[in-house]
């Protein structure tokens, strides 16, 4: 299985990324520059395409924008092939909002012009960097979970300034109806016993609507998700490791990418 992790300027999280995907057995994964895609590299020779975290081009207009639109610009039909042959999408942090804003996610229209959510500044207006429970809603359509038990908590790492998830006022309950009726939903916001946050800070970090913290599109290949597994993939990267060192190796965010290793193979 071939792994493709795409960087351009201002991405930092591409090297723990690759780190977490090739300590999977048979898996071998390449960090790609935006530029090499479509010249001397091929998304159609990769299994599944991550987009890691960061700043992307210092997140110039809003966060992910810049980013999108390059990849609207340079790569739209072979993202939009690479979808729809079932390639594996993953988007973290600002890869979730490189997602929404080249209409990858929802999804409802593939690559629409105009997003259909977005992901705002955050409501306490500065940059969150803490841990937070998140809560599996997927009831299997989505690959990334497939390994999660429904109603799991996860504990996983936010960092992020613009990671409050909106739709348009006049529109969101009835999205938030599609969002469900499709199975899209993937992860909230919840407390350490798992009740949800009600948008309460700081179990909701960033005040995003319905405490959604990741989604995916319609037919479950592409997702996105606000949190860092990859900071949440080792046992000894939880804050409280020293406490449990005879514990499990790893943390909760392995779930994540087993769950799309073990989906795609």
Known sequence: MNVCILRVGGTNCDIETRRTVNDFEKVT??????NQLGGEKKLSDYDCLIIPG??????HIRAGAVFANRLKT????????????????????????????????????????????????????????RWVYIKNENDGNCLFSQDIEGGRKLFIPIGHKEGRFILPGEKKETILKKLYKNDQIVFRYCDKEGNYAGGSYPENPNGSFHDIAGI????????????????????????????????????DGRLIFKSMIDSLR
């Open 74 to 129: 340079m790569l739209r039909e072979d993202l939009k092939n690479f979808a729809e042959q079932g390639g594996a999408i993953l988007g973290i942090c600002n890869g979730f909002q490189v997602l929404v804003e080249t209409g990858l996610l929802p999804g409802f229209e593939k690559m629409s012009v105009f997003p259909t959510a977005a992901l705002a500044i955050n409501e306490s207006a500065k940059y969150e960097c």
């Open 216 to 251: 995916c599109n319609p037919e479950g290949n592409i997702f996105g998700l606000m949190p860092h597994p990859e900071r949440a993939y080792l046992s000894f990267h939880l804050p409280d490791w020293t406490e449990k060192r005879n514990a499990s190796e790893y943390g």
């Open 54 to 59: 960061g700043f992307s081009y210092g997140d």
């Open 29 to 34: 994964s390449e960090i790609v520059r935006i």
